[in-house]
């Protein structure tokens, strides 16, 4: 009964390959989330999706695309990985159009070798 | 922009100590407050949450905070630590122009000591 759930958990890759993350919540939020935590611990928002509609969008590169087919689900996919984009990336999803509580998901850590 | 500010890096207790961590924010219209737990090796957890009403708000495992508007602090407390709440500790921020975006403080690292 995962609330927020992330696929893989971890995710090793080359230099200039193209990954996809998956996000999936069974919450019934509106809202859904991307976090990135760097390798100091602090996490920062990158994208904010309320009922498939992109409603936050921070200055994140655009090799970085949400795609978000149905509420319950946000995915990120990124192209032409670099070595910066090592993170563990969290999943979030919250009610009430982002005013309510955020549950995040176990998170996946990337690494770019 | 909002800003978190947690005043600790890393605090280190031994088991039984009471337990204080501090936290700031710049935003000074209406907020909702968090403190995040994060034990090693998992996920963010919520421990506590304030929206509105009595400003001393408790969550789970013993953990209480007080909202202080005219600080604007929300810090974070437990009487007596336990070993198992040795994790990185996160506050969090959720107002103003930004709502639906969390903005996070640094972090704590809490090492209790048997």
């Known amino acids: 009964d995962t609330a927020v759930s992330q696929t893989p958990k971890y995710l090793v890759t080359q230099m200039g390959n193209d990954k996809s993350i998956k996000c999936e919540q069974n919450l019934g939020h509106d809202t859904m989330y991307w976090y990135k935590q760097d390798s100091k611990k602090f996490l920062k928002i990158m994208f904010s999706y309320n009922n498939k509609e992109l409603i936050i969008n921070e200055t994140v590169p655009n090799r970085f695309s949400p795609k978000s087919p149905d509420k319950a689900h946000l995915n990120l996919h990124i192209n032409s990985l670099e070595l910066g984009d090592s993170a563990v990336y969290f999943c979030?999803?919250?009610?009430?159009?982002?005013?309510?509580?955020?549950?995040f998901g176990p998170g996946t850590r990337l690494t770019v070798l | 922009a909002q800003s978190v500010s947690q005043h600790n890096h890393h605090v280190i207790l031994s088991e039984a100590a009471s337990l204080e961590l501090g936290c700031n924010y710049s935003?000074?219209?209406?907020?909702?407050l968090f403190w995040y737990v994060q034990y090693p090796g998992q996920h963010l957890q919520l421990l506590l949450k304030?929206?509105?009403?009595?400003?001393l708000v408790k969550g789970i495992k013993g953990f209480e905070a007080e909202f202080i508007k005219s600080k604007f602090s929300f810090n974070l407390r437990k009487p007596s630590v336990q070993w198992s709440d040795t994790a990185e500790y996160f506050c969090a921020v959720n107002g103003g122009t930004s709502y639906g975006k969390l903005t996070f403080g640094q972090g704590t690292i809490l090492t209790v000591h048997p």
């Open positions: 979030a999803s919250s009610q009430r159009s982002g005013r309510g509580t955020q549950y």
């Open positions: 935003y000074g219209g209406t907020v909702n």
């Open positions: 304030y929206f509105s009403g009595d400003p």
